[in-house]
């Protein structure tokens, strides 16, 4: 089963407008860390939001939120009023485990937005 | 203030070759790692590295080596490069504590192809 799930290859929003990408996650460790990253065309992997799973509060950055529904193992991006420069690959990523050797990341296989004027 | 630096940025390679992809970040980062990422896969863990002289494997390390003599470098060498290594390959390192610091920085990419 894969670890990170994102169901949207790709998705339009109207600048200005709110989108909301989709991410689900699959682990058994109570400690894990949730990333999202942005990948625009130039090819650079941009650190945008973290959610640890203890936190009780969800995580806010800026334009970007992530919607952190720990029953339903989901951690959605929310991008508050979209600008042209928000087109770019979004990834959905995910630390299990805790202490040395756990942090790597499983990254899910993006999702394409792309943002119409 | 240079964070993680790749090279080469491209490179071309035959069947059968070695090279050695460089990294290095100047963050006093512990963890570092690489990454290849193929079209429509995400990103998938080659190998990584706690600290100096610990090293592991990761999802995807057939065909790879590494070792990591200082915290400063993390080389990735392709024994004898194969056309399924074609890729852009990603180094990244991060402080390896948990929470918000443990967010990884990325080098700018390496693109390999293997004719």
């Known amino acids: 089963a894969q670890k990170i799930t994102q169901t949207q290859p790709g998705m339009f929003v109207q600048e200005k407008e709110a989108v909301t990408l989709d991410c689900t996650y699959d682990t058994s460790d109570p400690s894990y860390g949730l990333f999202w990253y942005k990948q625009p065309s130039s090819g650079e992997m941009i650190f945008l939001i973290y959610?640890?799973?203890?936190?009780?509060q969800n995580a806010t950055e800026g334009r970007y939120s992530l919607n952190f529904q720990k029953a339903r193992k989901s951690a959605n991006l929310v991008i508050s009023a979209s600008q042209l420069g928000d087109s770019a690959m979004y990834f959905c990523?995910?630390?299990?485990?805790?202490?040395?050797?756990?942090?790597?990341?499983?990254f899910g296989k993006g999702t394409k937005l792309s943002v119409i004027p | 203030n240079a964070g993680v630096t790749q090279t080469p940025k491209f490179q071309v390679l035959k069947t059968g070759q070695s090279m050695t992809l460089q990294c290095a970040q100047d963050m006093n980062h512990e963890y570092m790692s690489w990454y290849r990422q193929d079209p429509g896969m995400g990103l998938r863990l080659i190998h990584y590295s706690v600290g100096a002289g610990i090293t592991d494997q990761g999802e995807v390390p057939n065909g790879y080596n590494v070792s990591r003599s200082t915290t400063e470098d993390f080389p990735l060498r392709l024994l004898s490069a194969a056309p399924s290594q074609t890729s852009v390959y990603f180094c990244?390192?991060?402080?390896?504590?948990?929470?918000?610091?443990?967010?990884?920085?990325f080098g700018s990419g390496t693109q390999l192809s293997v004719l």
């Open positions: 990523a995910m630390r299990e485990g805790s202490g040395a050797g756990s942090y790597q990341l499983t």
């Open positions: 959610q640890g799973s203890y936190d009780q």
């Open positions: 990244a390192s991060s402080y390896g504590v948990e929470g918000v610091h443990e967010k990884l920085f």
